[in-house]
């Protein structure tokens, strides 16, 4: 009697957690969906429920075809075959391509392969265009598969890329009585550009410290280590001191061990109060200076190898100083130099056309300057300008 009293509250306790397990369980399940519905919008999860409305949609479109062939085209089988090389994984696609032969085959049978009635019927051109498509489709696939993000966030990806690069190049404020300014062009009108600036306030706010770099290669090409330059280039500013600065983006640029790893690279550090300056170069164009009381422009050429070559290289620095009225231009290779011009000439063109906006002051100049003096070049470009205030 004393087990069964204690056996009858456990049953009536195990009867009891029953309604309570089978709410757990429809709780996890709930989750469990929900999740893979959200890795499959974000390109983790299965595809299979792509894959079934798919599969459902060729007897729907081969039963349309056989029933209302005035209204309905055996060529409408490319839609889940398009749709599929979008959503589907390779593997799944070639059941979907297999739904489909099967179709036409049906279509074919039924309806007869040539016209009949003015009726669209199993044409051999119809079935070289579905499996045109199903070729692009597949291959489209495939490339999602390799580079593993979906096609829904495929354009988010890069738009958040380049909006990365732009935000890490924006210039900060600069107390009153400094100007500046920054344009940017990536070669062929691409959204993507080897040509990128770091810049940020230190010793307190009271040094500018800005940082021009061009990636070798251009456009898409050089895009995604340019973003990871200017990252690793975003965190060394203003954690060293300026003249340490190149000689460890080198040892980094070194460590990547690229194939065309090399860059070029221009360091300005200014002191805001007084206008003195401090430029190392990395195998960069020089920078130009105008100076506000003769009108002249001079070149600032420091020396120092291209970023990535080898180990232990030394940049020599050029110092300067910004007087009232005085302006400073940093810019990349491309707005000076092209196959059928040297850099000397390109400076030249680009001070004298600089020479312009002395009287009006230099604001929006940054943008004309590339625009008049390399618009149509197949390079990236980009032009920082500073100024202060007569």
Not at 64 to 93: D, E, H, M
Not at 191 to 217: C, Q, Y
Request: charged residues 20%; contains cysteine.
């Amino acid at each position: 009697m004393a087990r069964r009293r204690q056996r009858g509250p456990g049953n009536r306790a195990e009867a009891d957690t029953v309604p309570a397990r089978l709410r757990k369980r429809v709780h996890r399940a709930r989750i469990a969906l929900r999740k893979s519905g959200v890795d499959y919008f974000r390109g983790d999860g299965s595809d299979w429920v792509a894959q079934a409305g798919l599969l459902l949609s060729v007897p729907a479109i081969t039963a349309g075809t056989l029933a209302v062939p005035l209204w309905f085209s055996p060529a409408l089988l490319v839609l889940p075959i398009v749709a599929g090389g979008l959503l589907l994984r390779p593997a799944s696609l070639l059941g979907l391509y297999t739904a489909v032969g099967a179709a036409l085959i049906v279509e074919s049978v039924q309806l007869g392969p040539y016209m009949e009635g003015g009726h669209a019927k199993v044409t051999p051109g119809v079935v070289l265009t579905v499996a045109a498509c199903g070729f692009f489709g597949l291959v489209i696939a495939q490339f999602r598969s390799r580079v593993g993000v979906p096609w829904r966030r495929g354009g988010t990806m890069l738009f958040d890329l380049r909006e990365r690069i732009r935000v890490q190049s924006k210039l900060p404020r600069l107390p009153v009585g400094w100007h500046r300014e920054m344009a940017l062009r990536p070669a062929g009108g691409q959204s993507f550009s080897g040509d990128f600036v770091v810049a940020a306030r230190t010793n307190g706010g009271r040094t500018l410290e800005i940082v021009l770099t061009d990636v070798s290669g251009k456009g898409m090409d050089a895009a995604s280590r340019a973003l990871l330059l200017s990252g690793a280039f975003g965190g060394l500013l203003g954690s060293l001191p300026p003249h340490a600065f190149l000689p460890a983006a080198n040892g980094y640029l070194l460590r990547q061990d690229w194939d065309e790893g090399f860059a070029t690279s221009i360091h300005l550090a200014l002191d805001l109060d007084s206008g003195d300056y401090e430029l190392l170069t990395a195998g960069h164009p020089p920078a130009i200076q105008l100076h506000a009381g003769t009108g002249r422009w001079e070149e600032k050429a420091a020396e120092g190898p291209l970023l990535g070559v080898y180990d232990g290289a030394q940049f020599d620095p050029v110092k300067g100083t910004l007087r009232p009225g005085d302006v400073l231009m940093l810019f990349t290779d491309g707005l000076v130099e092209t196959s059928d011009r040297d850099i000397a000439e390109g400076i030249d063109r680009l001070t004298g056309e600089a020479d312009r906006y002395v009287a009006g002051g230099f604001r929006g100049a940054a943008w004309h300057l590339i625009e008049t003096v390399a618009k149509d070049v197949n390079d990236d470009r980009a032009l920082l300008l500073l100024s202060r205030d007569a």
